[in-house]
């Protein structure tokens, strides 16, 4: 049995003790506003580095969901997280997010790409949930135009990865260096299905009911096959790479059902909840190493191309899992989600600089010496989102809150 008020003490604790302080003690740059763009694997902020839109976003968020879910003291870094987003990174020549700017807010790369926008949406939304703020909602309900205007594909669904400043096509659209370059991907579809779930709860337009909708059957049909998310797609939805990505996979298993819910299409609902426990099924039997957490990526044959253990893997693990137990019954799924969180506790958390260590070897041990980029504390991609997220997910889910 899950000693369900213990287990949600440990995340409102890791939540309140560790992960949100550390971004308010460290990160927030004070003196020409924003937040520090990195932070290395020693410790040591870089406050010259580039500040990418989507770790504000997702600064945004979190902080956002701790106003409304634990303290409206949290408010005030929430705040602060807008200003840099709406000021910052808003481009008011052509609406959107440039993709990332310099410390004193100049574009450094002016582009849209449309997994930023997705953010952009997911995080503004949170933000009017918080605060009922008119300007926050105005910019999200923005977002979702612009996304839909320029990138929607009406002839094969779904949405092309970037475009230009001025939302004209670009030759390169991939999300990062290590990406196919490809019109279509799996990573941009899942945040732009999660953006605009949470643009629902506040904004209840019929298009957005209707491409939300679209968007999950695309998700259904298109990027799911065989318990696993396709990575990468030309404009016809021909797969261009038999790759498993773990992490997206049981982050994807419940993100689905979540979206599904908010249709409220009864006959959706249960075809989402089948491949979500098929998804679930898939990482445990294939993903999860003997000490219970889980590899980055296989191949289309099982094969691990890296086995290194993410910090953000692990937290979508912990949900995924415990979705999959909540849909099923089944105990290995919960059993799973304990051995995740188990892991997480021994071996990510940071309990040095606080925040969690970002990339861990197949055995455990973080890479700290900062050789590596992806290993750093605060970078483009690490966050608060994804293990915060975590905590607040798991203390709804155990009825905490």
């Not at 999300?175 to 953006?195: A, F, Q, R």
């Not at 700290?368 to 991609?381: F, K, R």
Request: hydrophobic fraction near 45%.
């Amino acid at each position: 049995m899950v000693d369900n008020n213990a287990w949600a003490a440990r995340f409102r604790a890791e939540l309140e003790g560790n992960i949100l302080p550390y971004w308010q003690r460290t990160v927030i740059d004070r003196r020409r506003g924003g937040f520090f763009g990195e932070v290395d694997s020693s410790g040591a902020v870089h406050p010259e580095a580039p500040r990418a839109s989507v770790i504000n976003t997702r600064i945004l968020w979190t902080f956002s969901a701790g106003a409304r879910r634990l303290d409206p003291a949290y408010r005030d870094t929430a705040d602060w997280a807008y200003d840099a987003v709406a000021t910052r990174f808003w481009d008011e020549a052509f609406g959107g997010l440039y993709w990332l700017i310099d410390p004193a807010g100049r574009p450094l790369s002016d582009r849209k790409q449309i997994y930023a926008q997705a953010f952009g949406i997911y995080a503004l939304a949170e933000h009017h949930r918080a605060t009922g703020e008119g300007a926050s909602l105005a910019l999200a309900r923005r977002l979702f135009g612009l996304i839909d205007e320029h990138s929607r594909d009406p002839a094969n669904l779904g949405y092309v990865e970037a475009l230009g400043r001025d939302w004209s096509a670009l030759a390169d659209m991939r999300l990062s260096d290590k990406d196919i370059n490809c019109p279509k991907s799996m990573n941009t579809h899942l945040h732009v299905l999660e953006g605009y779930t949470n643009l629902l709860r506040v904004w209840r337009d019929p298009l957005l009911v209707a491409r939300h909708k679209e968007l999950l059957q695309v998700m259904l049909d298109r990027i799911v096959s065989g318990g696993h998310f396709k990575l990468f797609f030309d404009q016809d939805w021909t797969s261009l790479s038999d790759h498993v990505s773990f992490g997206h996979d049981i982050e994807g298993s419940w993100l689905l059902v979540e979206a599904a819910a908010m249709v409220g299409d009864a006959a959706l609902t249960a075809q989402t909840r089948k491949v979500a426990l098929a998804m679930a099924d898939a990482v445990l039997a294939e993903g999860v190493d003997e000490d219970g957490s889980v590899f980055f990526e296989a191949d289309g044959h099982g094969n691990l191309v890296d086995a290194t253990k993410h910090w953000w893997v692990q937290a979508e693990a912990v949900v995924g899992f415990f979705n999959a137990w909540q849909l099923s019954g089944e105990e290995r799924f919960l059993t799973a989600s304990r051995r995740v969180w188990d892991y997480i506790d021994a071996r990510v958390i940071d309990r040095v600089h606080g925040e969690w260590y970002a990339k861990l070897t197949r055995r455990g041990v973080p890479l700290t010496d900062g050789s590596d980029p992806d290993a750093y504390i605060v970078g483009p991609w690490k966050c608060p989102y994804h293990n915060a997220r975590l905590c607040y997910e798991m203390m709804g889910r155990l009825g905490e809150t």
